[in-house]
């Protein structure tokens, strides 16, 4: 009782930290410091492009409208235009950094610098102005930070960053309606910094704690100097418009004035436009953020939400207690009564046979008295085994499709490991934004290695449902489900290639991915599939199977198995709905932005387990009642069954937050919506086939029936 105690007040200890720090205490920052001394180049990288009002990210350099690198300037023992190693996070993420032109010396500011004059055709014209309608913002690098807009809260207490800035903006011209593309052609870059601790300080070396941009569009009407740099950067007259003015001079706009987009027809195709491209860097000591801390500017707006986040535990425990409450009465009263009043029946029909036999030579006076007791006694006995006892013969029959299922719960396994290990790291720190890519990179890895927990799990189900070729069960585990995700995502590479687009994984991508399913998952799979199948061996089951099977009675509306699956799935959702809107703000509106609470994330996750296996015990205890034994799939899909809610959800989020255009940002929002939901079906899914399995082998093996 004492380590049983100890185990659960060590469990209550590390779940209060989890919630109580979600962000800061179990940060782990980058795996190095990188250190400046003073003059030093600071490499700044750039990145992709991307909008949240579309799911296609461009790669910066890709754009025909930005300054190309020219591939001479020496960055830190880096080429401008050279391409930084990705992982292959980074790479299924959209990354593509390219190291880029621009010269920044470690505390050496710099007023202006032209960065190039940039001439452009109508078609890159028309290309940019698309751009700035989405809203695209730029990312770039500076240290492993990304360059950001900074804000202040409302009651100004609180500096906080949004990451990326915009590449443009958009006005509409009140009196006539004409709608107005400016492109940002001046980037204002402040770098702050501190001096580095310990050794390196004393050798004036810096850190640096903050990256931001504040972009800024200067028109060619503005004054420049001979170098091609605005003499006054702060008072800017007039923007740079992308349009380009006709040939007829009769129709040129007056200044300021719009330019309308069919104009465009009166232009010479091989007219150009000159875009000059400039930038300043100014670097701050600020030794009020350290180093350890200088992502927590990008979770500021996540922490204010952590009320919220209370709310979504609070209510989460409150569903939870309800769940806890109704499966601990079936559990200590119903099913232990049902249990008990058998045991005590079947003692007495034991003794009841006893005496019978040795009264065999009673007189025939007493012989009708005593046909109508026994009558009496064996319908209080028929009476009293009913409903979920009467199953012994059949409740481990094995399941129709049960090739088919065993798979599944072995993919499920697969998956289950994957999103514990993904949490865990997470809510400790080791998965991080400093480690750009990690969260992808690292889940690939743990998916491929739970190969092994695949095919064991999945070669016991399928053995215990008196299954024979197990070689070809592993490879149905091995391909099934990796290969839908495959085919989804190859389908979707062809429509998103077609848009040029970085989303879009290269062929080479392609090749590693397969290369690693099946080359290291699939033999994984095999081994894990012969060490379950012919050395664990199946599950035994306390009850022997008759050789025909029950008949099922009619079962009324709510026990039915589409009605039971959608009524069941509503709970576990509700345990979830609150987090899960965090999850879809950061994954599809704040692209720019962290998702970072993954303390709260890890004990939600813990209350949705429980959850579902109580649902999943509840529900088919009340089937098993209904004398109705095909509970093996609805155990399934009764866990599972939250995924549709979940489903449902995307669907209204799709219609009422986002504002996505296009076809093939619906067709990737949708699609991967579907495959998250997929994969979220098969987690809950094996949860509550093995909840139920423990359950049903607990209540028939008391009641031990042969």
């Known amino acids: 009782m004492v380590a049983g105690g100890g185990l659960r007040a060590g469990l209550a200890g590390l779940l209060s930290l989890l919630i109580l720090n979600p962000v800061d205490a179990f940060y782990i920052p980058g795996w190095s410091i990188r250190s400046y001394h003073t003059g030093e180049r600071v490499p700044l990288l750039v990145n992709k492009v991307y909008s949240d009002n579309t799911q296609l990210q461009y790669a910066y350099y890709d754009l ?94 609180r500096k906080y960053y949004a990451s990326g800035f915009k590449l443009g903006y958009v006005e509409v011209d009140t ?35 903050g990256f931001e941009v504040y972009p800024k569009s200067i028109g060619p ?3 420049r100097d001979a170098d091609g740099c605005p003499v006054d950067l702060q008072n800017v007259e007039q923007g ?72 979504a535990i609070i209510n989460s425990f409150i569903i939870c207690g309800v769940l806890t409450g109704i499966v601990m009465v079936i559990l200590t009263k119903t099913v232990r009564a049902d249990i008990k009043g058998y045991k005590e029946l079947a003692m007495e029909d034991g003794k009841g046979r006893s005496r019978g036999s040795r009264e065999k030579t ?77 969260f992808i990179s690292v889940g690939v890895g743990l998916f491929i290695f739970a190969g092994l927990f695949s095919g064991y799990f999945s070669a016991r189900v399928f053995k215990s449902f008196d299954g024979k070729d197990y070689r070809r069960n592993a490879l149905v585990t091995a391909t099934l489900f990796p290969g839908l995700a495959f085919v989804f995502v190859f389908l979707l590479n062809l429509f998103v290639w077609a848009q040029a687009s970085s989303t879009a994984m290269p062929f080479g991508t392609l090749i590693t991915i397969v290369f690693l399913w099946l080359c290291v998952q699939v033999p994984l799979v095999y081994a894990g599939s012969h060490y379950g199948y012919l050395k664990a061996g199946a599950w035994e089951h306390p009850t022997k199977t008759s050789t025909v099977p029950r008949q099922v009675p009619h079962q009324a509306w709510y026990i039915k198995s589409m009605q039971a699956i959608l009524l069941a799935g509503l709970i576990p959702f509700a345990v979830i709905f609150i987090e899960l809107l965090f999850v879809f703000q950061s994954v599809w509106q704040d692209k720019s932005g962290y998702y970072y609470v993954f303390g709260f994330l890890a004990v939600v996750s813990v209350i949705l387990v429980v959850t579902i296996a109580e649902v999943t015990v509840v529900t088919i205890y009340m089937q098993l009642c209904a004398e109705n034994y095909h509970w093996w799939w609805q155990s399934f899909m009764v866990g599972g069954a939250s995924a549709v809610w979940v489903m449902a959800y995307c669907v209204w989020y799709y219609v009422f937050k986002l504002h996505i255009s296009g076809f093939v940002s619906s067709l990737l929002f949708f699609t991967y919506s579907f495959m998250a939901c997929c994969v979220y079906g098969l987690l809950t899914g094996t949860v509550g086939f093995l909840s139920a399995y423990a359950f049903v082998r607990r209540i028939y093996g008391a009641i031990k029936i042969d």
Request: hydrophobic share 40%; proline share 4%.
């Open 221 to 223: 009407d503005n004054r």
């Open 240 to 311: 740079f418009e992308l349009a380009m003015k006709p040939n007829r001079t009769d129709s040129l706009p007056q200044k300021g004035a719009a330019v309308a987009a069919d104009a465009d027809a009166d232009i010479d195709a091989d007219a150009t436009v000159t875009i000059p491209y400039t930038y300043s860097v100014y670097y701050r000591h600020d030794d009020t953020i350290e180093w350890s801390h200088r992502w927590d500017l990008y979770f500021v707006n996540q922490e204010e939400g952590s009320r919220i986040h209370w709310l």
């Open 64 to 157: 025909p409208f930005v300054c190309p690198p020219r591939g001479h300037h020496d960055a830190g023992g880096l080429l401008s235009g050279q391409s930084i190693p990705l992982n292959l996070g980074e790479v299924l993420r959209g990354d593509r950094i390219i190291v880029s032109d621009m010269e920044l010396n470690m505390a050496k500011d710099q007023t202006c610098t032209s960065l190039c004059k940039l001439d452009v055709t109508q078609n890159d014209l028309r290309r940019a102005r698309e751009i700035v309608s989405d809203g695209y913002v730029a990312e770039w690098i500076v240290d492993n930070l990304p360059g950001a807009t900074s804000f202040v809260t409302v009651d100004k207490s």
């Open 175 to 209: 009196p006539t309606g004409e709608t107005h593309h400016y492109l940002n052609n001046h980037f204002t870059i402040v770098i702050r910094y501190r001096k580095a601790s310990g050794r390196s300080g004393d050798r004036d070396e810096n850190i640096i704690v």
């Open 362 to 438: 009673s007189g025939l006076l007493n012989q009708g008295a005593g046909d109508d007791m026994d009558m009496s006694d064996e319908g209080e006995a028929l009476e009293d085994i009913t409903g979920w006892k009467l199953l012994h013969a059949d409740v481990f029959r094995a399941p129709q499709n049960g090739a088919l299922l065993a798979p599944l719960i072995g993919s499920g396994m697969q998956l289950l490991f994957m999103a514990f290990g993904l949490v865990l790291l997470s809510a400790f720190g080791v998965l991080n934004p400093s480690f750009r890519g990690g």
